[in-house]
């Protein structure tokens, strides 16, 4: 009764902070901004935030997080940030175009918008839609269904920037852009992002996206990204979330994929407090293919649940969704997938499996694959394991003069490796391997790849 | 393909329920209608003791505060529970147990739908307890299970003859609080049967139970109680089947299952209530709780269903494997053909240690028929070693039907080892060819491969049943491809 009454609260907390705020909002940002926050707001007042309540969000409790006392600001805090300090961000051998978000807002450590060789458009989001209203109008809150998810409805009316990635038509060369979301702030802060990527017809893209907490505060993060892949386009995505354990992120994202398109998704959580990644895919295009992939390594209290839903709305696509964790202390995870084959979308092939190893007696993990099919023609199937390395295994290893450590971190990274194969970045595979390799040995810590050098809690 | 196949699914979609016919009885029913007045009158016709009563107007008090249940993949239409007949039996002596008083239509009835009561003719190693509407017609072989102990008799016999263990084990599984229906059927359950193996008994034949909704705007509410001590073994069978009616009919039962240490229990279905006709009208609602503990260790309780009738499938036959080493096991086919919507599954709730369990579920879906498998696996906290082993697969025979899963698998215990594997698929255009090659029409290759599909599960069940399980599934189905 306690919980009920509190999400009450919090709710109307959320919904005062928007009346509150909302002349501020408005006059600071672009009219596709505004133009939705009355109805998103609508919406978040009917869902309020998730809780266990709904099926959806029955293995994380995000009133709680929400609960706790964090500071929120409608406009930009300055905070001074050595763009030096994100070297341990470099990916040897990638030459990357850089956007840096500080708690949300893009930093300007190079031009707001800048147009690339190529016709590549990159930079903050609050700047495009004040540049290209129109090009925005077009694709902003399309794919983001506010009226389904409470999360959702909360960003859209308070958007205000994020990141903003343009591939014009037949455009895009192989230099990937990084995008750093820093968390950096003297006290606890929620923070919110909308970011909006374009991946016109025939174009090439690749993403990397680094979630980094540069201090120890507790901070909660709710982000949406809207992706927009369209004919013949293809898309590279991966999100690499490693945050102190005191950050939670709430991160919500929405591919669209048009004819014959190709996306790969690809989420990779070393570190961070509660966590819950949403992932909607829609192939609303024939022949468009989509993988969705997942690697969680989770110790101490962490929560990681991945949750994704794949719609097949026409006919001859191709999804595949591979989510893999290995659990350790007293983590919990969570997976959710759902497939969806609309009655239309015959000779549709969708793959989903999940994997997940449990290290210790308190590590806890429920999965849920589902499948929804209304087509007959199609060929889907799902999987999923809970189990613990192989003792015939190990046992194999040692017989051959491997220690139990050693053998036990390589049958892990063995496990980790089949979702790190699929990453068509060689530089960006090879630093990942090395992020989890070290991960899996206890020497990633957050402190170790924090400038701070703070010695605070990890 | 789609040319040749027309005819074939008009033909199968066409066929006539085979067990629609209505037997034209005297009725000694209820008014319509649910109230605590109504659930007194159901008591005493019942003659039943008070603390019987007292357990129902618990559970209807329970049942009043409670909210309709919306979380599965079904459609159903609101039902008025106040415009429902909860008590009908047919109009006869006093049953007395004996052949000779049975009235002969009611025999007519249960011998069409090839059950004779009469235990002379019946097929050897089957004992059969009869019943219609609200209550048991005939249990057979009752004297001579008795001889060795067993106790097989009709729920409400059970109630006046051996109060002592319903009153134990009655709701141990299955409380009247733990669902919708469960609370409902407490409160206004009317017959079934009650089975009790002493202890190191093995059942020297199958025992089943025959179900039949006969009387219109009634509904079905059966109890089903069997209790294996240790070391026994029983296996049970259930059949039934309604007449066709345009009204739709509720039928909300509820089975618990006691397996105490190294006991084993088998419990098969075969439900083939009436699924109403090819634009939907009419059909059985089918709400049930079934549930088994596994109390001892080394106890097994396997859980066989065929479901092929029904407008509306709500059911999840589950084990609690509470014993260690014990065994839990489900094993079905369902298919919707036509309108009907079938959201089924189990549940294994691993707590003892070593406990296995293994779950096989054959979904077939034509027409327009909505298919759901939904089931959880749960190893808490202490089972060390628990195992388990899915397989769902679904087979879409349409292109108007849906197939689908949702499985919860919920690992607490890092020693589990707990696998899921589903598959959607149609039957292959090139398994046809290679039949029609081989001199086999369309409609046989058909029905060939659907029943090598149910295969599996089909092989559960006990001989004769496996046969008719069979026949049935050819007539739900054979043929309807598209």
Redesign the interface.
Known sequence: MEAVSDKHILDNQLTDWYFDNRDQLISSSSSVFNSLRPAAMESFRKLGIPDRSLENYKSTDIPKVFLSPLNRYIGQRKILFAVEDLFHCDIPELDTELILLVNGWFYENRPKLQVLPGGMIIGSMSEAAKQYPDLLKQHYSKYADYEKDGLVALNTAFAQDGTFIFVPRGAGNDRAIQIVNVLLSPEDLFVQHRNLVIVEDNATAKVVVCDHSLSAHHFLTNSVTEIYVGPNAHLDYFKLQNENNNSNQISTSFVHQERSSDAVFNTITLHGGLIRNNVFTRLNGEGASNQTLGLFLMDKTQHVDSYTFVDHAVPNCTSRQSFKGILDDQATGAFTGRILVRPQAQKTQAYQVNNNILLTNDARMSTKPQLEIYADDVKCSHGATVGQLDQNAIFYLQSRGISIREARLLLMYAFGHEILSKITVDPLRERLADLVDKRLRGELTRCNSCPLHCQETC | MNGDQDPIINQVTQREYKYGFITVLDNDALPKGLNEDIICQLSAKKDEPEWMLEIRLKAFRYWLTMKLPE?A?LKIPVIDYQDIIYYSAPKSKKPTGRFEDVDPELLKTFDKLGIPLDEQKHLSGFAVDAVMDSISVKTTFKESLADVGIIFSSFSDAVREHPDLIRKYMGSVVPYRDNFYAALNSAVFSDGSFVFIPKGVRCPMELSTYFRINAANTGQFERTLIVAEEGAYVSYLEGCTAPKRDKNQLHAAIVEIVAHTDAEVKYSTVQNWYPGDKNGKGGIYNFVTKRGICLGDRSKISWTQVETGSAVTWKYPSCILRGDSSVGEFYSVAVTNNHQQADTGTKMIHIGKNTHSTIVSKGISAGKGQNSYRGLVR?S?NAENARNYSQCD?L???????????????????????????????IGEDQIFYCNQRGIDTETAIGLIVNGYAREVLNKLPMEFAVEAQKLLQISLEGSI?
């Open positions: 979380w993949h190893v906290k679904s879409l025979l349409g292109d108007q039907c849906g197939a689908h899963t949702f499985p919860y698998i919920e690992v607490d215990n890092q020693s589990a080892i707990v696998e899921h594997e589903a598959t959607t698929s149609k598209g």
